[in-house]
């Protein structure tokens, strides 16, 4: 079922999936990761971008950091536990670099967290991503990132043992929009049910069987998204993001990765999870659409579109002497959320 909101003001945000796993890491470093006990920084990079690498025991002290930066500013950074630390290092601190002192990020999502103790599960840390943000070379000179630093408020008793530490790039555009229509449905496709009678007869023998699958990976009802725009540079931007370009913007400074295959569907009727296929094109890409937007209470609505793919043709900017119009058409090859409390791309 698709629903439709008119004259709603608020922002929309394209997401890429570009993730840090560079393991060669040759040339100048894209990604950085230190642990640091007692003032020392131990390069921890390689086996925390490689689910397969060495483990690293982490955050035993408040006093110790993990240092993780990325080429680009970024919201989240997904950690895999080998094993959990005891439930007694209280919340987890994270910092960015302003060019002067260390400052704690906005909206903290700590999705490690167990009952307000920090590392107790696998889980995502996402935050906003700082405007202030400068990169710097603290941990080891010359890599010049955007860094982070993240510890514990109290020491814990048992340490967690990471598997994986790995940033996601967050590059996101974003476009500030006045009365916007949107037409979008509130979840996904299903298979359809087909009805067996008992030799054309019914009866206590009849029952239903389950068809193909195909409406489950086909798009979901087209997302119509129309509304005025605040600036005509989103003309020559908007396009470059959705082709996952280098849009040139400081959120989203260098070229992007298709989220295709990011997200995953319930199958058939048991409802198992599979990630959904890629492409057959490799140059047609999709992305996960934020859109947020105040109703008449003044409550602040939220909504995510996962996978979705823009075809050539189906954004329209249209310049009038007082305003910008966008129209965007696009399909939905992935999940649908409902349940968002800020902007963050969670894959």
Same mark, same amino acid.
């Given at each position: 079922m698709a629903n439709t909101y008119y004259g709603k003001n608020g922002a929309l945000r394209f997401y890429d999936s570009t993730k840090g796993r560079d393991l060669s890491q040759s040339g100048?470093?894209?990604?950085?990761?230190t642990n640091e006990v007692a003032s020392v920084h131990a390069d921890i990079t390689a086996d925390m971008l490689n689910p397969s690498g060495g483990t690293v025991a982490i955050l035993a002290l408040a006093a110790n950091h993990i240092y993780i930066g990325n080429l680009f500013p970024f919201s989240r950074v997904v950690i895999d536990l080998a094993s959990i630390a005891s439930a007694d290092g209280g919340a987890l601190v994270v910092q960015y670099w302003n060019g002067s002192t260390?400052?704690?990020?906005?909206?903290?999502?700590?999705?490690?967290?167990?009952?307000g103790n920090t590392m107790r599960q696998d889980g995502a840390?996402?935050?906003?991503?700082?405007?202030?943000?400068?990169?710097?070379?603290v941990p080891s000179s010359g890599t010049n990132l955007f860094y982070i630093r993240i510890h514990?408020?109290?020491?814990?008793?048992?340490?967690?043992?990471?598997?994986?530490?790995?940033?996601? !790039?967050g590059q996101y555009y974003e476009l500030v929009f006045a009365a916007m229509n949107l037409t979008a449905p509130e979840g996904n496709n299903r298979p359809d049910e087909i009805l067996r009678l008992n030799r054309g007869q019914l009866d206590p023998n009849a029952h239903y069987i389950q068809g193909l699958d195909d409406p489950i990976v086909q798009p979901a009802p087209q997302i119509t998204f129309g509304a005025l725009m605040d600036s005509i540079h989103n003309k020559t931007a908007l396009p470059k993001v959705l082709a996952c370009q280098d849009a040139d913007i400081t959120t989203w400074p260098g070229s992007g990765i !298709?989220?295709?295959?990011?997200?995953?569907?319930?199958?058939?009727?048991?409802?198992?999870?599979?990630n959904t296929p890629p492409f057959t094109d490799p140059t047609k890409k999709a992305l996960c659409v934020q859109v947020m937007w105040d109703d008449l209470a003044g409550s602040r609505i939220f909504r995510e579109y996962n996978e979705v793919h823009v075809p050539s043709g189906g954004v329209t900017i249209t310049e009038a002497p007082d305003s910008v119009t966008l129209q965007m058409v696009g399909g939905i090859f992935g999940s649908i959320m409902s349940d968002l409390t800020?902007?963050?791309?969670?894959?």
């Open positions: 100048p470093k894209q990604v950085h990761i260390w400052v704690a990020v906005g909206n903290l999502l700590d999705g490690t967290a167990v009952s840390i996402e935050f906003d991503v700082p405007t202030a943000w400068v990169a710097n070379d514990t408020t109290t020491n814990t008793g048992t340490d967690a043992v990471a598997q994986l530490i790995e940033p996601s !790039s !298709s989220t295709k295959t990011d997200t995953q569907l319930p199958a058939g009727l048991t409802g198992i999870m599979v800020h902007f963050g791309y969670r894959y």
